[in-house]
């Protein structure tokens, strides 16, 4: 048998092919990823406050019949509906997004009622959708007013085979009252939540002065009102300035009070911590900063939480102050937190832009106006057509025997009553389909008063369409009754929860406060080492070193303190004690601590104390005298104090004490002259303390002229008290020392 075999051609690509470069497809194309994800996705809508995965989940429980009176669904049919006719994305993140609508810590008003395990404010997740139900609350319900009364437009879902609404008739303001999230392509948005009753009385004054103030307006809607509660402490100014543009941020404090125990012991109880704050997390890091000893103050920490909050925190001792304690709190941990707020929303245009506190409201009460003329339009339609068919009916009445001979002799009964009677098609379908018991003469008393009532509803609703004040008022009418039911009185979970403060006093709280002060022992060796061993240890006693290393300092300190290191180019450095590492090993190269080059050495470590003056020298020899509040470094990089040229360097530097100051160089001459003649200065190179034909200045000190000159030798300490033959002024250049002098040309 032969084959006969035909070899396909190649095959290329179909359809529209154009040559486009490689940038200008990839910036077409993420401009428009970047245009979805603003506007489907991340920013809400200022009219109903809500994003498209929320507005369709509302819808999908309205068509579920989901209201607050009817009985629960499982989450898992709702998240089904929305994904499969709505929202074609993730069930996770939609089922989030429905859990998120109900938790009350969570959302200000919750938009959906759950039964089940929708997670707590300790940041445990929900159960699975399968095991959680939901309906509608009641503010969902007002959110969905008027849906079916052609109020809002609708469009084609996803797959075109169902509608969906764009947006919703929304008779609360939902985006200042519940507030919301959202981080897009290059802009975010962040709207802390509102109190509603507070925001209804707001719209009311907007409605009667419409270009009032906003100052006016942030008296009615003083600040946000956090589901979690809190305190917020912002001065009014400052809130002000937020609302004026849009943009800005408030701190909001966890409320606590003081509870008294027995012996004047206390404790402090946290009964609200700030908006979107993770209590367990909270709490396990005061735990973190309370091993690592910064929170001095505290002693332990303790979760006794059931439904409500009530999170214990322990002082040291009764003698610290509870503000003082709680100021340390705020400084340190999230018990203070910082809400930020950009009113980044999308328009009625659907442009996205920044709108301040009077143009949310605008936005909504205009949207609000259309919601009304279409409700009212649709009314009037629905009117029309029912009095069409009530005079259709009373025309059937009038001429009941005519009526029921053409149907039952006419072959085209329909075509009969329209040219007999003048009727319309619809009057005389509805004469056609009307049952037999409707003939009694009640039910046509009943028509007569029907149209009659219906008649009186139209020429009001003419009225409110040609009436442009009366539909304000109408409105206005509406947005009391919605404050009324949301009120305070109505319900107590609608009161105000979040309380609103000026700016506290700011507490002076020393920085060694947040160190926990404890003895150490500063070693600081002849090759850079430097290290704090735990507790006071005997400065005779033993301490390791590196091969050919040996101590240069050793001091008592506390945590608490600071160390001042005196370096010979001339700068000081300031490191804390407690940063310094532990006793165990050689300790570290202080150069890793502090920016100083391996051409340069520490030559002078002391304890900083206020109020200490010290001598510093070259090796040029001069010097001045410089306060200790002068030489604190904030930086690693040191403070210069003493300058010096290329071919100089600081070569020594004592504590002021006495009167006197004596001065040896390396030619091992010692001078001795008042220390009134050396200036007090806090830079510079200072004045000329001795001069030397060969080398330099080797060491200094000052010391009390009755009391004599010390110095070390040895072991052994020697004071000269007769001193005349080395007595001069400054910047001479003084005779050799006394005998027995050391031969380092040292005092110590």
Known sequence: MNATTKSAGPTGPTGDIRDTRLA?????????????????????????????????????????????????????????????????????????????????????????????????IDGDNPAAMRYTEARMTEVATA??????????????TYDGEDKEPIVMPSSIPNLLANGAEGIAVGMACSIPPHNLEELCTALIHLIKFPNAIIGKLVDMVPGPDFPTGGILVEDADVIAAAYKTGRGGFRV??????????????????????????????????AELLIARKLPFLDDIRDESAEDIRIVLEPKNRTIEPEMLMEQMFKLTELESRFSMNMNVLDADNTPRVMNLREVLTAFLDHRHEVLMRRTKFRLRKIENRMEMLEGYLIAYLNLDEVIRIIREEDDAKASLIKKFKLTENQAE?????????????????????????????????????????????????????????????????KRRTEITSAPEIIDIPVDAFIEKEPVTVVFSEKGWIKAAKGHVDLDAEVKYKDGDRAKFIMHAETTDKLLLFATNGRFYTIPCDKLPGGRGFGEPVRLMIDLGNEHDIIGLFLYKPEVKYLTASNAGRGFIVKSEDVIAQTKGGKQIL??????????????????????????????????????????????????????????????KAEGLSWKTGDKTRTETDLMAWEGKRAQAGRLPPKGFSRSNKFS
């Open 24 to 120: 200008d497809a990839i910036s077409e194309r993420y401009l428009s990823y970047a245009l979805s994800i603003i506007m489907s996705r991340s920013l809400p809508d200022v009219r109903d406050g809500l994003k498209p995965v929320h507005r369709r989940l509302l819808f999908a429980m309205r068509q579920l019949k989901l209201d607050p009176d009817q009985g629960y669904k499982k989450c898992a049919r709702v998240i089904g509906d929305v994904i499969g006719k709505y929202h074609p994305h993730g069930d996770q993140s939609v089922y989030n997004a429905l859990v998120r609508l109900a938790q009350e810590f969570a959302v200000r008003y919750p938009l959906v009622d759950g039964q089940g395990n929708f997670g707590n």
């Open 253 to 286: 404090r966890a409320r606590w009070e003081v509870e008294k125990l027995k012996r004047g012991q206390y404790q402090i109880i946290i009964t609200e911590i700030p908006y979107q704050i993770q209590k367990s997390r909270l709490i396990e890091k005061i």
């Open 430 to 494: 509805a004469i056609l389909n009307m049952r037999l018991r409707s003939l009694r003469k009640l039910e046509e008393i009943e028509i007569k008063s029907e149209h009659d009532a219906l008649k009186k509803e139209r020429a009001g609703l003419n009225k409110l369409i040609k009436d442009k004040d009366l539909r304000w008022k109408n409105i206005s009418a509406e947005i009391a009754e919605t404050k009324k039911k949301f009120s305070a009185k109505a319900n107590p979970a609608y």
């Open 143 to 156: 959110i969905l007013e008027g849906i079916d009364e052609d109020s809002v437009d609708f469009r084609e």
């Open 643 to 704: 300058n010096v040229k290329a071919d100089d360097e600081a070569s020594a530097i004592c504590v002021v004490e006495g009167d006197s100051v004596a001065v040896i160089g390396d030619n091992r001459k010692l001078l001795l002259f008042p220390l009134d003649e050396v200036p007090e200065m806090t830079r510079g190179r200072g004045v000329i303390l001795q001069r030397y034909k060969d080398g330099g200045l080797r060491d200094i000190k000052t010391f009390t």
